[in-house]
């Protein structure tokens, strides 16, 4: 009796251990992921002392200034007034929106048809049938960035196309087609052909079948693979820094451009990378299902 | 399940669809001509052998998009049905070959000039000199000699990711929350992750990090002085944005097995250590396997962080690749030789990679 109660005890200890052991990592690693975008938007709001002395929590041990927005333009008292370094800043942030907004809309087009043309139909190209068409695509991603950024120097220097949105916008594509195809291929398997059979039944055409029947089912996968091409084209920086100077310089560009001057405020450079992340905080924070989704497309067999 | 067998119309070749094969045919040789009369012309012009042509080569775009439009054309007239279910496939076909193959052709060209943006004398052949000084660049070697040292750093980021995705598949609390917050580094610019960590947190007189490093008793928490410091401090800021996306896939794995699997392990009397490494581990193998090659590919890939925070240094130590031959270019506007070192660079992976594949393939088919 008694040493059946103390292999419960045994037990229950061991069970505590485990659930604490297994929070305190939980924990951990929630710290680590969250402290440096904590740093970096604390730091924003602080002045050289704070940042000498080592201060980290606002209001205890300092207290918050509107320094680093300043001299974005974005604090309370600037707002309102005319700014250049704000305009700098918004010319560059609406760049970036532009760039990659743009970028993905071009790549859901371009994928979710290739998509679709690869789970319904069978292409023979010479001896290359779907398997190998399909792996073609998805195989240009190992192509690092650096093989191509040259040659596109020169050929859009040619073409007119540096500095330009547009050009940077067909980089973009290109970078994040081979996910979108991946992604939406998945997607349309996954939709059953009977539908498109009902419709050709009704008279609809391939194409009307495709953009009346198909298309909007396929809405989520669509959304997954916008969403992860806006968040990769945003935070793109290899190409971006060598083929814009000043027109169509995105916010990456100009985030490093300021990094690399030696004794920039910290206040002002946590105030810019905080205007920089913020938008994908928010998005990872509330479409991070969809995230989740265009990542994993065709990883689960 | 694929439409091509079913073909709704069979139209037999009657004499008007023999027509509209001829004027689809007509079509695109038509406009195959024109474009290639008008690159002949433009190379010409740039050559200066004949004096007309246009200032620059946007008209060959157009004209290429022309081409495009009476290809598309030209197969439905000719093939149909069929050709309707091509129009699916060429757009993303033909701006790959623009976009992908054309430039790293072309860029194979550029590789064997010693192209030089800044240089006023024009371009010459130099494929010989190129590839000599390649060999010679110890710069070059000791980068790709990096790239083996980050490549084996995926291992251990493999370890935290499914440490972390064993987490997150337990049964907790607030899971949702957890999920959300581990996913957030991968969101990040590398950039921005460059100035918060590594020109921040890390920096040697205020940053927390160093701070935190002195507590511990390093009295000189400097993370890019040193060649193999600086190395783990720059795998340790990538790895800190790649993980989750290794995590995520992993996690997927997980929630994918079925749930009679442990059942039945915890039934024959198995513990939680024998579940995982006889039953978790084993049916995991293939999303790892995935997780592990789609990662290498993307570390191959490592430059922003290093342009950003070190440029390299400690004297080359942290030099990926990328981050090298985007110095070539930014402080000697070498083109030529650039693109030289970064076609064998792209040899190299696709060797590497091919390898990897096979390997992977091999290994997954006898461990079932």
Same mark, same amino acid.
């Given at each position: 009796m008694s040493a059946r109660i103390t292999r419960r005890a045994g037990h229950r200890a061991r069970y505590v251990t485990g659930r604490t052991l297994?929070?305190?990592?939980?924990?951990?690693?929630?710290?680590?992921?969250?402290?440096?975008?904590?740093?970096?938007?604390?730091?924003?709001?602080?002045?050289?002392?704070?940042?000498?002395?080592?201060?980290?929590?606002?209001?205890?041990?300092?207290?918050?200034?509107?320094?680093?927005?300043?001299?974005?333009?974005?604090?309370?008292?600037?707002?309102?007034?005319?700014?250049?370094?704000?305009?700098?800043?918004?010319?560059? &942030?609406?760049? +970036?929106?532009?760039? =990659?907004?743009? $970028?993905?809309?071009?790549? /859901?087009? @371009?994928? !979710?048809?290739? *998509?679709?043309?690869?789970?319904?139909?069978?292409?023979?190209?010479?001896?290359?049938?779907?398997?190998?068409?399909?792996?073609?695509?998805?195989?240009?991603?190992?192509?690092?960035?650096?093989?191509?950024?040259?040659?596109?120097?020169?050929?859009?220097?040619?073409?007119?196309?540096?500095?330009?949105?547009?050009?940077?916008?067909?980089?973009?594509?290109?970078?994040?087609?081979?996910?979108?195809?991946?992604?939406?291929?998945?997607?349309?398997?996954?939709?059953?052909?009977?539908?498109?059979?009902?419709?050709?039944?009704?008279?609809?055409?391939?194409?009307?079948?495709?953009?009346?029947?198909?298309?909007?089912?396929?809405?989520?996968?669509?959304?997954?693979?916008?969403?992860?091409?806006?968040?990769?084209?945003?935070?793109?920086? &290899?190409?971006? +820094?060598?083929?814009? =100077?000043?027109? $169509?310089?995105?916010?990456? /560009?100009? @985030?490093? !451009?300021?990094? *690399?001057?030696?004794?920039?405020?910290?206040?002002?450079?946590?105030?810019?990378?905080?205007?920089?992340?913020?938008?994908?905080?928010?998005?990872?924070?509330?479409?991070?299902?969809?995230?989740?989704?265009?990542?994993?497309?065709?990883?689960?067999? | 399940m694929t439409a091509g067998s079913v073909s709704r119309l069979t139209v037999f070749p009657d004499r008007r669809a023999v027509s509209r094969a001829a004027t689809g045919r007509a079509l695109v040789v038509l406009a195959s001509l024109l474009l290639a009369a008008l690159c002949v012309v433009q190379v010409l012009n740039n050559l200066g052998a004949i004096s007309f042509g246009f200032a620059d080569w946007r008209p060959v775009a157009y004209v290429y998009l022309l081409w495009a439009v009476a290809l598309g054309t030209g197969l439905v007239l000719i093939r149909g049905e069929r050709g309707y279910h091509a129009l699916f496939l060429l757009p993303a076909l033909l701006f790959t070959i623009a976009m992908v193959i054309f430039p790293t052709i072309f860029g194979l060209y550029i590789a064997s000039t010693d192209w030089n943006l800044s240089s006023l004398t024009g371009v010459h052949y130099n494929i010989v000199g190129n590839f000599r000084s390649m060999f010679h660049d110890a710069f070059y070697w000791n980068a790709l000699t990096n790239m083996v040292w980050y490549t084996l750093s995926v291992p251990v980021q493999y370890g935290i990711a499914f440490g972390l995705a064993l987490l997150l598949n337990s049964d907790i609390r607030a899971r949702k929350f957890f999920r959300v917050v581990f996913l957030l580094p991968f969101m990040l610019s590398p950039v921005a992750v460059s100035w918060m960590i590594g020109k921040s947190i890390m920096e040697y007189r205020f940053g927390p990090a160093a701070s935190l490093a002195r507590f511990l008793g390093w009295d000189t928490p400097a993370f890019f002085a040193s060649p193999w410091v600086a190395r783990a401090s720059i795998v340790a800021m990538d790895a800190w944005v790649w993980i989750p996306f290794m995590m995520v896939?992993?996690?997927?794995?997980?929630?994918?097995?079925?749930?009679?699997?442990?059942?039945?392990?915890?039934?024959?009397?198995?513990?939680?250590?024998?579940t995982f490494w006889k039953v978790i581990f084993p049916l995991m193998l293939p999303i790892s396997v995935t997780a592990v090659i789609l990662r290498v590919i993307f570390e191959l890939k490592l430059a922003d962080i290093v342009i950003n925070v070190t440029a390299g240094g400690p004297g080359g130590a942290t030099d990926t690749v990328s981050s090298f031959v985007y110095r070539v270019y930014r402080d000697r506007s070498n083109v030529g030789y650039g693109t030289m070192l970064a076609e064998f660079y792209l040899v190299l992976i696709i060797i590497f990679v091919g390898i990897l594949l096979a390997a992977a393939t091999r290994w997954l088919r006898r461990f079932n």
């Open positions: 297994m929070y305190a990592a939980l924990l951990f690693w929630a710290f680590v992921s969250l402290f440096p975008i904590y740093w970096t938007v604390t730091t924003s709001f602080k002045v050289a002392v704070d940042v000498t002395q080592g201060h980290l929590v606002p209001w205890v041990d300092f207290a918050p200034r509107w320094r680093g927005w300043r001299a974005l333009g974005l604090s309370p008292e600037t707002i309102v007034m005319s700014w250049p370094s704000r305009d700098e800043f918004l010319a560059r &942030f609406g760049n +970036s929106i532009i760039a =990659s907004v743009g $970028a993905a809309l071009g790549a /859901v087009a @371009l994928g !979710s048809l290739a *998509g679709y043309g690869l789970a319904r139909f069978e292409y023979k190209f010479g001896p290359w049938r779907n398997k190998d068409i399909s792996f073609f695509f998805l195989s240009q991603l190992i192509l690092p960035p650096v093989v191509l950024a040259l040659p596109f120097l020169i050929l859009y220097k040619q073409l007119v196309l540096l500095d330009s949105k547009l050009g940077l916008i067909m980089v973009y594509v290109l970078m994040v087609l081979p996910i979108v195809i991946w992604i939406m291929r998945d997607q349309f398997i996954a939709i059953p052909f009977e539908l498109e059979q009902a419709a050709y039944i009704d008279g609809a055409t391939t194409w009307g079948a495709f953009l009346r029947v198909v298309l909007p089912i396929a809405l989520p996968g669509m959304t997954a693979a916008f969403i992860l091409s806006v968040i990769l084209c945003w935070n793109e920086y &290899f190409f971006a +820094s060598l083929l814009t =100077s000043t027109d $169509a310089k995105t916010l990456p /560009v100009m @985030l490093a !451009s300021q990094t *690399g001057s030696q004794g920039i405020d910290w206040w002002s450079m946590a105030a810019l990378s905080t205007a920089a992340i913020a938008p994908l905080v928010v998005i990872g924070v509330f479409l991070e299902r969809y995230i989740v989704k265009g990542l994993t497309a065709g990883a689960i067999k | 896939l992993l996690l997927a794995g997980l929630q994918a097995l079925p749930h009679e699997v442990s059942e039945a392990a915890k039934v024959d009397g198995a513990n939680p250590w024998q």
